[in-house]
């Protein structure tokens, strides 16, 4: 006995003791959990156990003999059994023409299994000699339409239907495909394939684990392969099958004899080359052999998991010009070059154009993706939708085949008044209406692919769907613009509020200077005063017309050393019409930020004091470093305030306790504080006055801190 032909004999023990084994298993499983697991417990134990006789047979026979082919149609009546019992039901039949194929098969193998039985009984080794010869054809017979019968199932498996289950069928097929092999490789080459029909008993073991995978609590999940996975599979299948040709072709060539062997072998590879490079260079071939494979191979045209995510992040880009490459431009046209190319690369278009509203009811074209001429070919006008268009298709929501429309095809149905360059160009392929909700934000045109084909349900479907999202995206970008302008507007609003209390300030100041014009116009030093009061309210008029501007400075213009005692000499020689002030301050004292911000900050404190006190009370204006601070305080004696309206609301904008008090003077004070990296506090009894003190960053400490940072930079280069 040879090795190989031990190997075969120990292999065909193992699969008849392990078969055995796992349809005594099955048998004595609970029948309640084998009915939760398996769709067919006992045509599954019964498969089993054909499988264990027949590796019976290949042990005390061998592979290679009558008796072998005899039990296989045995083996092949329990797969065929299992497989109409596991994916097909009485509420879901087998088809006619799967259910024909099938009783063709169980009648074969019950002939070949009778004659076979019969002649080697009645005949001896003698019948072999014919025998074998028919029951290898009935075989291969029987095999092929086994895999037919396997393909129909596994199509339309269920989701109920377990992966182990599936991987049994998958195990059947690959015995069927490996007998198949066998008996193709002997017809081709006039000699048995005496290596492969050895190893039959481990083929055959290799579907024991399925058996008891399928009986256990595991697989219910299910596999699916990926489209990138499925084509490569299929491009394999096509260099096998290229592979088995060329054999073909030679056994024939030796059959007929000649020199036809060496010209076919020269022709295989002429056409190999032409087909290779058709594929390689010709973007129309490949396109066309994606459509025919998406078409004749999957459920599905689109893999939507694929799709959904590239149609995502190429939404999702942001800093470059989708598709060109090109970097900047404004945000909104980058998005409607994303959405534009996101649309077309889910159907395969070369190109888009994108339009938007005009503000009149229609559309114009506001970007295009590789398609630059667009609407601008001769005779065509400008590429843009009137009024009418875009309300028939906004009102019936339709996705436009054009190449139905030129046809007039659409019988029935409404007018959509589609534009004549769109008619005319016959680039121009389908019409998406990008919906937001029951608005049309963008209409979308795409181009022609290179393989050209009707829309289906699955293209609209795809289309809408998609088109929805990309409206979201555009919905969200128009309200992040409107914001921005509201946000624009409600800071000219706030400037415009805080200059009207200021100029109500100066207007009071103006008009108490022309009340006392009227007492004393004849003294010299009041009318010193008075020219100096005008020539600050002057100024100050000049700085509230430059901080409306668009342009004008916000809460805090550019900040450095602050020299505090000028500018609060500065307030007292503002408000001295009104109150003589008690100004004191540290000599020398600075504080780190806007010479203007902290003048206006202590001017609405210090009109504030002047307003709430009465007019023959001190108001006092007093400035300190402390703390590694300054500290500027404003304190008054007037009516003061409680401790729940400072705290509610003081700091509050048109809140005020004065007689057509706008409410803004603290506010705006308390902002601008806070601008500057400081704070305002309040000190404050009813009866007993106020003391409001506003805390800035003291400018020599500042001073010290970038001294120490320079020095340690030095230190290190």
């Avoid at 689109?302 to 010009?321: M, V």
Wanted: charged share 20%; aromatic share 6%.
């Amino acid at each position: 006995m040879t090795l190989l032909a031990g190997l075969t004999h120990l292999l065909a023990g193992l699969g008849t003791l392990g078969f055995s084994g796992a349809a005594i298993w099955l048998l004595v499983r609970p029948r309640a959990r084998m009915a939760a697991l398996l769709t067919a417990p006992r045509a599954t134990i019964a498969a089993a156990a054909a499988m264990a006789v027949w590796c019976g047979a290949l042990w005390l026979a061998g592979p290679d003999s009558a008796a072998a082919l005899v039990v296989q149609p045995l083996r092949d009546t329990a797969i065929l059994l299992w497989l109409g019992a596991s994916f097909w039901s009485a509420a879901a039949p087998m088809g006619r023409p799967l259910r024909l194929v099938q009783r063709l098969l169980l009648t074969i193998c019950f002939l070949m299994f009778g004659i076979g039985a019969l002649s080697i009984w009645q005949g001896g080794d003698a019948a072999e000699t014919w025998a074998a010869p028919t029951l290898a054809i009935s075989a291969m017979i029987v095999a092929t339409g086994g895999l037919i019968v396997v393909d129909g199932g596994v199509r339309r498996a269920s989701a109920a239907i377990r992966t182990p289950v599936l991987a049994i069928a998958g195990g059947f097929a690959m015995l069927w495909t490996y007998e198949l092999n066998i008996q193709f490789i002997g017809a081709l080459t006039g000699t048995r394939a005496t290596t492969l029909i050895a190893l039959l008993p481990a083929v055959a073991l290799l579907i024991l684990p399925l058996f008891v995978l399928a009986a256990m609590d595991v697989g219910r999940e299910r596999i699916r392969l990926s489209r990138s996975v499925a084509a490569r599979g299929m491009l394999l299948l096509a260099a096998a099958a290229y592979l088995v040709l060329i054999g073909v072709v030679g056994a024939v060539t030796r059959l007929i004899g000649g020199d036809y062997g060496e010209a076919a072998q020269g022709i295989f590879l002429i056409a190999a080359l032409g087909i290779g490079g058709l594929l390689l260079l010709s973007a129309p071939t490949r396109a066309w052999l994606s459509v025919m494979i998406s078409k004749h191979f999957f459920e599905h045209r689109y893999d939507y998991r694929a799709e959904w995510l590239r149609f995502t992040a190429t939404l999702g880009q942001f800093g470059e010009r989708a598709g060109d490459g090109v970097e900047g431009g404004e945000d909104g046209g980058d998005l409607h070059r994303r959405v534009a190319k996101a649309l077309a690369e889910l159907t395969g278009s070369p190109g888009a154009l994108l339009l938007v509203p005009d503000g009149q009811g229609g559309f114009r074209a506001a970007d295009r993706w590789r398609w630059a001429d667009a609407g601008e070919g001769e005779g065509q006008g400008d590429a843009s939708l009137s009024p009418r268009s875009a309300y028939m298709l906004q009102e019936t929501r339709h996705i436009v085949d054009l190449d139905a429309e030129r046809a007039g095809k659409r019988q029935g149905a409404d007018d959509l008044a589609i534009p004549d360059w769109l008619l005319s160009d016959t680039r121009a392929w389908v019409v998406v209406p990008v919906l937001h909700f029951q608005r049309m934000i963008a209409v979308v045109v795409l181009h022609r692919p290179p393989v050209s084909r009707a829309l289906d349900w699955e293209d609209l479907d795809v289309l809408r769907i998609a088109g929805q999202q990309a409206a979201s995206y555009l919905a969200e970008a128009q309200g992040q613009q409107a914001l921005s302008e509201a946000r624009r507007f409600d800071e000219f609003n706030r400037r415009f509020a805080f200059i009207m209390h200021d100029i109500k300030n100066l207007a009071s100041q103006l008009s108490l200077l022309a009340r006392n014009a009227e007492r004393h116009a004849d003294k010299p030093e009041f009318r010193s005063d008075m020219i100096e009061t005008l020539r600050i309210s002057a100024g100050r008029l000049s700085d509230l017309l430059e901080r409306l501007s668009p342009r004008g400075r916000g809460p805090a213009g550019e900040r450095g050393r602050v020299l505090i005692e000028p500018v609060l000499n500065d307030v007292a020689a503002e408000v001295r019409a009104r109150r003589a002030l008690f100004v004191g301050c540290q000599a020398g004292l600075s504080a780190w930020g806007d010479a203007a911000s902290i003048r206006q900050i202590v001017q609405h404190l210090v009109t504030n004091a002047i307003d709430a006190s009465p007019s023959d009370t001190p108001v006092q204006l007093i400035a300190v470093a402390e703390q590694g601070r300054v500290r500027i305080d404003v304190i008054d004696q007037g009516s003061g305030m409680t401790r729940a309206f400072i705290r509610d609301e003081l700091f509050k904008p048109f809140v005020s306790t004065k007689d057509g008090g706008f409410g803004l003077g603290a506010f705006e004070a308390m902002g601008l504080a806070q601008a500057l990296g400081g704070r305002i506090e309040v000190t404050s009894e009813p009866g007993k006055g106020s003391d409001f003190s506003l805390w800035l960053p003291l400018a020599d400490g500042r001073d010290v801190v970038n001294d120490d940072q320079d020095d340690r930079k030095a230190v290190n280069q």
